[in-house]
């Protein structure tokens, strides 16, 4: 039987009513069914290892209980598994969230697996690690270390589920294996046939990123038009036990699944098309077809495995000084060469004023930013109206806050000491954090599941 897979987020921060409708149309339909939520980043997760540094109940999705509370109780009710790295840097925090909500939906018996054995900051200097990046650079020292977490595969989520979990809480997996897992449980795949694996993976790759892959992000008026992206459907893939598969999206929304879409989302962060690296399974798309078959509703075949990497990824996260922006506005007649100007007065008062390893960036939006260097070369030889609305932006990056406080109170003086007609100045400050990527020796990492017990540890607010 076809076995459905919904997707109800795509990463952190991504909206909290998408998976309504995914939900309404796998109960629907009536079919063995799983809703994936993929919430994590890099980013996200050095964010959550600093939450809980401060508060050690914090460190899981923020947004958790919003996600979770409009469709908990149907899913449950309706026997449709849940599966989400919510858990991130607070598995256990992120349990407890989905026990208390699973009580207040009349489930107090509800089954969580928690995945265990992404995290390996202990004992990170002992292990066997391969640089990722050609960029040879020491592990940070233990006191700059924010976070070490594994790209784990579908084995252990696949153990949660034999366990009976309803629901299963991850930290660090390989986006793709949250949808893998139910499909290797529901069919009974064996972990060496790579075909179907990949398939699976495959299907979990071209929803991990939500709407992304209905119209989401896809959109350029003009040149590819989406009907109604205010309420785009988040995918639903059917996959059948052969590993062929069907994409789609609930009926009534907006956006469109179409051979283009299809397209970029299978290729989206994909590397080399014949080696496509994944805990599991090495995936060749190189044999792919993507065919439409009706309004919204697109196969995929022809995806191929191979035997799976002896090395993981992972991610290490650790402090990097601090970085800071600051803005201010130009507009009206003549706007640009003001704009201008004040970059140029802001480079030579950082010339003297601040120390040379301050690093910074002087962009002009409006004219020249995303695509210019840290030097500035666009907008000097770039030529505009010099009427309209421009902003300039300054970023400013240092081990000591001080000196970044420094570079932009200089844009803030700009108010008096400028051109004229500046205004509306904001600026922050924040932590930076950097990142390396190594390999570690699967058989150096221990994962496995556990049905979560502790209640008593974490409260969720009403």
Same mark, same amino acid.
């Given at each position: 039987?076809?076995?459905?897979?919904?997707?109800?987020?795509?990463?952190?921060?991504?909206?909290?009513?998408?998976?309504?409708? %995914?939900?309404?149309?796998?109960?629907?339909?009536?079919?063995?069914?799983?809703? %994936?939520?993929?919430?994590?980043?890099? *980013?996200?997760?050095?964010?959550?290892?600093?939450?809980?540094?401060?508060?050690?109940?914090?460190?899981?999705?923020?947004?958790?209980? =919003?996600?979770?509370?409009?469709?908990?109780?149907?899913?449950?009710?309706? &026997?449709?598994?849940?599966?989400?790295?919510?858990?991130?840097?607070?598995?256990?925090?992120?349990?407890?969230?989905?026990?208390?909500?699973?009580?207040?939906?009349?489930?107090?018996?509800?089954?969580?697996?928690?995945?265990?054995?992404?995290?390996?900051?202990?004992?990170?200097?002992?292990?066997?690690?391969?640089?990722?990046?050609?960029?040879?650079?020491?592990?940070?020292?233990?006191?700059?270390?924010?976070?070490?977490?594994?790209?784990?595969?579908?084995?252990?989520?696949?153990?949660?589920?034999?366990?009976?979990?309803?629901?299963?809480?991850?930290?660090?997996?390989?986006?793709?294996?949250?949808?893998?897992?139910?499909?290797?449980?529901?069919?009974?795949?064996?972990?060496?046939?790579? !075909?179907?694996?990949?398939?699976?993976?495959?299907?979990?790759?071209?929803?991990?990123? &939500?709407?992304?892959?209905?119209?989401?992000?896809?959109?350029?008026?003009?040149?590819?038009? $989406?009907?109604?992206?205010?309420?785009? &459907?988040?995918?639903?893939?059917?996959?059948?036990?052969?590993?062929?598969?069907?994409?789609?999206?609930?009926?009534?929304?907006?956006?469109?699944?179409?051979?283009?879409? %299809?397209?970029?989302?299978?290729?989206?962060? $994909?590397?080399?098309?014949?080696?496509?690296?994944?805990?599991?399974?090495?995936?060749?798309?190189?044999?792919?077809?993507?065919?439409?078959?009706?309004? !919204? *509703?697109?196969?995929?075949?022809?995806?191929?495995?191979?035997?799976?990497?002896?090395?993981?990824?992972?991610?290490?996260?650790?402090?990097?000084?601090?970085?800071?922006?600051?803005?201010?506005?130009?507009?009206?007649?003549?706007?640009?060469?003001?704009?201008?100007?004040?970059?140029?007065?802001?480079?030579?008062?950082?010339?003297?004023?601040?120390?040379?390893?301050?690093?910074?960036?002087?962009?002009? %939006?409006?004219?020249?930013? $995303?695509?210019?260097?840290?030097?500035?070369?666009?907008?000097?030889?770039?030529?505009?109206?010099?009427?309209?609305?421009?902003?300039?932006?300054?970023?400013? =990056?240092?081990?000591?806050?001080?000196?970044?406080?420094?570079?932009?109170?200089?844009?803030?003086?700009?108010?008096?000491?400028?051109?004229?007609?500046?205004?509306? $100045?904001?600026?922050?400050?924040?932590?930076?954090?950097?990142?390396?990527?190594?390999?570690?020796?699967?058989?150096?990492?221990?994962?496995?599941?556990?049905?979560?017990?502790?209640?008593?540890?974490?409260?969720?607010?009403?």
């Amino acid at each position: 039987m076809t076995f459905l897979l919904g997707s109800g987020a795509g990463f952190s921060g991504d909206r909290t009513d998408a998976a309504i409708p %995914v939900v309404a149309e796998l109960i629907r339909r009536g079919q063995p069914s799983a809703l %994936v939520f993929e919430t994590l980043g890099e *980013r996200t997760l050095a964010a959550a290892h600093r939450a809980m540094r401060d508060a050690p109940e914090a460190g899981y999705e923020p947004l958790l209980a =919003e996600l979770l509370a409009p469709v908990l109780g149907d899913c449950l009710s309706h &026997g449709i598994t849940i599966l989400g790295n919510f858990g991130a840097a607070n598995p256990d925090g992120a349990c407890q969230v989905v026990a208390e909500l699973a009580g207040r939906a009349g489930f107090p018996q509800v089954r969580i697996g928690r995945v265990h054995g992404d995290d390996i900051r202990t004992g990170l200097a002992s292990l066997d690690l391969q640089r990722w990046e050609a960029e040879n650079r020491d592990l940070p020292d233990e006191q700059a270390l924010i976070s070490a977490n594994v790209y784990l595969g579908a084995v252990p989520l696949t153990e949660a589920l034999a366990l009976g979990a309803e629901v299963v809480v991850t930290g660090r997996v390989a986006d793709p294996a949250l949808f893998l897992a139910p499909l290797v449980h529901h069919f009974g795949w064996s972990w060496d046939d790579w !075909d179907l694996l990949a398939a699976g993976m495959m299907a979990g790759h071209l929803a991990e990123c &939500g709407a992304q892959v209905s119209g989401g992000y896809f959109a350029d008026p003009g040149f590819k038009d $989406v009907p109604n992206l205010a309420t785009v &459907g988040y995918p639903i893939i059917e996959v059948e036990e052969d590993g062929s598969l069907v994409v789609t999206k609930p009926p009534g929304t907006g956006g469109c699944v179409t051979e283009r879409t %299809v397209k970029e989302q299978l290729l989206y962060e $994909v590397h080399d098309p014949a080696n496509y690296l994944t805990p599991d399974v090495v995936v060749d798309l190189t044999s792919v077809e993507v065919r439409q078959i009706g309004p !919204d *509703r697109v196969a995929v075949s022809g995806i191929r495995g191979k035997p799976a990497p002896q090395r993981l990824k992972t991610t290490v996260c650790y402090e990097g000084g601090w970085q800071g922006e600051a803005e201010i506005s130009y507009a009206g007649p003549n706007a640009l060469a003001r704009a201008q100007l004040a970059a140029q007065v802001l480079r030579e008062r950082l010339g003297f004023r601040a120390p040379p390893e301050l690093r910074t960036r002087l962009d002009i %939006v409006g004219l020249a930013s $995303v695509f210019d260097s840290d030097a500035g070369d666009l907008q000097r030889t770039s030529v505009g109206t010099g009427n309209g609305d421009y902003r300039l932006r300054l970023a400013a =990056e240092h081990a000591e806050r001080r000196w970044v406080e420094r570079a932009t109170q200089e844009l803030l003086a700009l108010y008096c000491a400028g051109p004229a007609g500046g205004g509306g $100045v904001r600026r922050h400050y924040q932590r930076r954090v950097c990142t390396a990527s190594y390999l570690v020796k699967r058989s150096d990492v221990e994962a496995f599941a556990t049905l979560f017990e502790e209640r008593s540890k974490y409260h969720v607010a009403s």
